[in-house]
T-cell receptor, first 115, second 113 residues
């Protein structure tokens, strides 16, 4: 079964600093990979996804993530944190070979941005 | 992209009662998924609902506690039965569209007293 590990349940950065949120997956076949963001009292919003092609994917709000097969990783980065980035971030995977399959989520990382 | 609405957006219920959550999608979809997000936790899949057949439940979730209906390709309901405070969670429905991308409803925030 697929699983997702997010290192660090809480990450705190200063405004303007680099944001790095870590995600590793366990699957013999690379799955489809996603990052979602959840702002307080709101639903989930897709930040970006990797399915095929270029391994560095760009998403909304200046975020990007790089798929590294050798490291089974899909870390999320943003060069300069804004106060508005404070939220919960979830890494998720789905089966590459079957459509209409549910997502498997990591435990989430809460990002705090300090002024 | 699919637009998903859920009703109610939030509710406070007494233990022992039941609540039915509705999920409406603006397009026809084959599968709908129901997730639970307990306070401060990640999302856990409850069940997968396919139109015209019984829902498929994940380990730890049973039909008597979480009955699901899927009467057509744009609508589903999840009922949380005989509620206890441990059922206090956010319940979300989702659908998949082209490119394995899943879209989520805004969630139903349930508090059980």
């Amino acid at each position: 079964a697929q699983s997702v590990t997010q290192l660090g349940s809480h990450v705190s950065v200063s405004e303007g600093a680099l944001v790095l949120l870590r995600c590793n997956y366990s699957s013999s076949v690379p799955p489809y990979l996603f990052w979602y963001v959840q702002y307080p009292n709101q639903g989930l919003q897709l930040l970006l996804k990797y399915t095929t092609g270029a391994t560095l994917v760009k998403g909304i709000n200046g975020f990007e993530a790089e798929f590294k097969k050798s490291e089974t990783s899909f870390h999320l980065t943003k060069p300069s944190a804004h106060m508005s980035d404070a939220a919960e971030y979830f890494c998720a995977v789905s089966d590459r070979w079957r459509g209409n399959t549910p997502l498997v989520f990591g435990k989430g990382t809460r990002l705090s941005v300090i002024a | 992209s699919a637009v998903i609405s859920q009703k109610p957006s939030r509710d406070i219920c007494q233990r022992g009662t039941s609540l039915t959550i509705q999920c409406q999608v603006d397009s026809q979809v084959t599968m709908m998924f129901w997730y639970r997000q307990q306070p401060g936790q990640s999302l856990t899949l409850i069940a997968t609902a396919n139109q015209g057949s019984e829902a498929t439940y994940e380990s730890g979730f049973v039909i008597d506690k979480f009955p699901i209906s899927r009467p057509n390709l744009t609508f589903s309901t999840l009922t949380v039965s005989n509620m206890s405070p441990e059922d206090s969670s956010i319940y979300l429905c989702s659908v998949e569209e082209g490119g394995h991308e899943q879209f989520f409803g805004p969630g139903t925030r349930l508090t059980v007293l």
